[in-house]
Each structure stands twice: as C-alpha cells, then as structure tokens.
C-alpha cells in the first residue's frame, strides 16, 4: 500500500497528542518549495539536514576528546546521533512529534567550531568587536545561508518550525537568542525535549568516555548518588571495571534518567492542561524535566564530570593548544587574505573578511584545523 503525504499526515495526527506540533500545520518554508510525495514536512527537513556537508563534518570535530586520542570516544557526530535517538525515545512516549524532534537533534550542533567548547570560545574572543561567534546562531546561518546544495535558495529552506527549535535550543552552556521567532513564546514541547535530551546524553556518555579513558575511576566515584544506585543494583564493589560491566551499567543510568524524564513530564503535562502547542509555548516555566530527587542526582553528576573531567589536566591541555591553534590560523589568514581558499574569497565582500575567516574555520574538523597549522606554520611541511 502506497502511503502518500497526506495520508502519512492523518496518520501522524492520530498517533500525535493535543499538544503535539502536526507537520500539516507547520508555517512553512522561507521560499516556494513543492513538497515531496511520500515524506512529512518534517521528514524532508531532516533528510536535507543529514545530506548537508556541516553534518558529515562532525565526525571530525570534538566532543571531549579531539580526534587523534582514539577511535572509541564520542565525536560531535556521534554525540549527534545519541541525542537524536534520546530524543525520539522522550518523544514518542510523550505523544510530541518524533520526526520534529529528530531535525532539530540532527541540526543542534551543526554550527560547532573544531575542538569543541575551547575552540567556540577562542572564535568568540576572536570575534569580539566583528559580531561574536556562538553555535547555535552559526547553526541557523548553515541551514539559512552557508551550505550551498540548491540553485533556487540559499541554505536548506528548512520549515518554520525547525528553524525555531534550533534557535530556542537552550542548555546550561547554550543560550537561546530567539528575536526573530516570537521571543515571547518559549520553545515548543519538541524544542525542549531536543534541549534535555541533549544534557542528558552528554552528560551520560561523557561519564563512559571519563571511565573508558581513565580521567576517571570507579573509585573516584565513591558517594556520587547516581553511580552508588548502580552498583547496588547490579552489587558492583571492585576496583577495576571492566568493559562489559561498564557498558551495562551505563545503560542502566541512561534508562534511569530517561524513564525518570518521561514521567515527571508527564505529570506536568497533565497539570498543564495543555491542549496544543501554543499553550505549551505560553506556559511559565518547561514542563519537560526531571523530578526533583533526579534533577538533585544529575546536578550532582555534572557537578562531578565538570570538576574531574573537564578540568583534567590532559583535557585543559588539549584545550589550551586549540586554542592557540584556532588562534594562528585566524590572525595569519587576517594578516594575509590571500592564503585563504579561493571559495572563501568570494564571501569577503558580502560577510566581510573577519566573518569570512570565522566561517571558514568554524566549519573546519579537528584533523584539517591542525593539518593547516602545520602547512603554515612548520617550515618544512608543504602549504
């Protein structure tokens, strides 16, 4: 049986709750654009999002640990897809719009400069008195702008409502900048279940890249309310953790988390009384979240990774060279245009030629950002 948009439509209207965004009503795209036979709105978006060159570009680009510490650790790629698949888990048993949530989780970090939050930091000092640099307003300007992949547009001509979760993407680290999409509505349920399912899975799976590299031991550990509920359920006391054990007991912790998620929404859903997206927007607060002993418990693990992980010494280090490599490569292509790539040329009439450079580097990988350090830099490489 052939099931057409519309039908994929009807189907979706039923399987959705009241307040679920239907891909029917979406506000639609930037330009005319004749909509595919046989996928949603929402669908297409992120079947274009995937295709894009910014989201092939993520397997090179930092999560904690840059590229060349190992093949095991999360990239921005993998971590992509883990909050991606957080996030339609959280959707589907809440009733919002799986496919909605999924292009918002898939587009997120598309905008990420190599080197993870170091290098967003050096490109926003960088940037200072040129209109700063943040990710999350670099990710509009890739789907708006940036990528070049249709003769008729320029970007994606992705639909209203992606636009707007990708831009009211809030977390601890990323604030939202929502001006030109109705700042006085708060995120759809579907934009904030992007934004916990994105803490959620850095935060859990940055514990397994701490325990899988050593930064951090069990041991460690010891008293971290979360990690004590884990190994007594599975009677864990060694000293040494082995692969398996690892794996299932971080597993465990994300099921925790998730299941804890979906019912302390619920329940604040239900409170609501919400009966369509609009009323979800004009609520006062989020109604997605943790319960208050899991929002203690997660507070106290992120407490934990920040202290130990993210200020480890080997993990300051990387930093500390990002930032000095992000740094050479900009002030050399400023003192000198000319050793710029001849595509990047072209924008430095229409965006300017610190924009142009910021551009050009944020999109680069860990692996090509340290190749032309090396190509400028290092007397003996080849340019």
Known sequence: MYFDRQKLEELEDKALAPYGVRSKDTKGR????????????????????????????????????INNEGDYFRTRLTHTLEVAQVGRTIARALGANED???????????GHSPFGHSGEVTLARLMKDYGGFDHNKQSLRIVTELEERYPEFPGLNLTWEVR?????????????????????????????????????????????????SGLISPSMLSGIALWEILCETFNWHGTNLEDLERHRMIRHLIGLVVTDMIEATDQRLKESAAKSPLEIQKLKTNV????????????????????????????????????R???????????????????????????????????????????????????????????
């Not at 006085?184 to 992007?194: A, C, H, M, P, V």
């Open 288 to 323: 997605i979240g943790f319960s208050e002993d899991m929002q203690r418990r997660n507070r106290e693990l992120k407490d934990f990774l920040y202290k130990n992980m993210y200020n480890h010494y080997r993990v300051v280090r990387m930093a500390v060279k990002a930032e």
């Open 100 to 110: 909605l949530v999924e292009a918002i989780c898939l587009a997120h970090d598309l």
């Open 164 to 212: 707007e979760g990708m831009v009211k993407h809030e977390s601890e680290y990323d604030i939202s900048d929502a001006r030109d999409y109705d700042p006085s509505l708060r995120g759809n349920l579907e934009t904030q279940i992007t934004n916990v399912a994105d803490e959620l899975a850095y935060s859990t799976h940055d514990l397994d890249d701490g325990l899988r």
């Open 325 to 383: 490599v992000i740094n050479d490569l900009f002030n050399a292509y400023k003192s000198e245009p000319a050793m710029l790539p001849e595509t990047a040329h072209k924008s430095i009439d229409k965006r300017g030629l610190e924009r142009t450079i910021c551009d050009y580097i944020a999109g680069m990988t860990d692996r090509f950002a340290i190749e032309e350090h090396q190509k400028l830099f290092d007397p003996l490489e080849k340019p």
């Open 30 to 65: 930037a330009y005319l654009d004749d909509e595919p036979d046989y996928r949603t709105a929402f669908q297409r978006d992120r079947d274009r999002i995937i295709h894009t060159t910014a989201f092939r570009r993520l397997e090179y680009k930092t999560q904690v640990f």
